[in-house]
């Protein structure tokens, strides 16, 4: 059988990836990431396509590097097509045209939503991958979605989130407490020395398989509010409380979704991704799901859960083994549904 290069690329947010993949072998997968924003407290789109602008050559050439191959072995280019923000799609799109039309290699497009789920079909995962029909729940600072993927490209959103996504739940609570962008991670870091039932939280009732959080952010702004207007000090001399608990109410309501999603579809096979992934509470959460009612789990390896190229690349090589490529009159698309 013929080996397969495809060359990657991803700039639908505020990180600038490029990959080389030998069949679904990962070669190299450079991420620039933009630490502008830090001091926003948030993505801001125009930073973001400036510095797209900037990183997408230096990082393109690193991975070739990397991969150490001739640019002449290339057999494919794949791009994010979308969904993202425009400006910065635009930069990823207009770069990987020109360099399929300048190799005179094929272009293929990638759904960014597609790609977090197919990541889990590059070769040496810890956890193998998944068998079809299984549940895809994607959560990062963008997106919060269960996903029945039923084959490679034959995939249900059967939920998602109605307005903030999981990460920015975790992002803005973080910000509530004064920690700095993005605080997911250190929730997750002052949660490991707290009690998680210390404040409960009210869960949102949401339909279906849907989500909400913004209402959930809500009550943590006032909870806080209240406590602090009585003890100005509530919160440094409660922190690891105050996380944990923030921490088992998102946790909570996702997990609530997950059981809800198995027990609809009769499916025990639970695919995650994206950044949120990286959570501790969320992996044991899933571990004693495996162990209480008898799921499989698989979870990514953490760089192929974040924003990254090598996850275009293996839907690139799944797209190029069914030749569906892309024209070279393509444009970029900022909401593109799986
Ligand atoms: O996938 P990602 O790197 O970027 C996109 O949003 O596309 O996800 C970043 C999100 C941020 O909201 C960050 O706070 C969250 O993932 N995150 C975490 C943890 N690590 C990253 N949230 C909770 N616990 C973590 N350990
Ligand atoms: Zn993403």
Redesign the pocket.
Known sequence: KETIYILAIES????TSAAVLQNKKVLSNITATQQIHEEYGGVVPELASRAHQQNIVPVVHQALNKANIDKKLISAIAFTRGPGLMGSLLVGTSFAKSLALGLNVPLIEVNHMQA?ILAHFIEGQGDGSPEFPFLAMT?????TQIVLVKDYFDMEILGETLDD????A??KS?KILGLPY????L???YAKNGNPKAFPFPKPKVEGLNFSFSGLKTSILYFIQRETAKNPDFIEENLADICASI?STIVGILMDKLKKAVKQTGIKRIAIG?????????RNSLKAGERKWGWKTYIPKFEY???NAAMIGIVGYLKYEQNAFTDQAVSAKARYVL
């Not at 639908?12 to 990180?15: F, I, K, R, W």
């Open positions: 639908s947010c505020d990180d977090h959560i990062s600072g963008g997106h996504a999981v990460g920015e975790f992002d973080a993005p605080g997911g991670p929730i997750d870091k921490q994206g950044g949120v992934s990286a959570n501790s509470e969320i859960c974040t924003d």
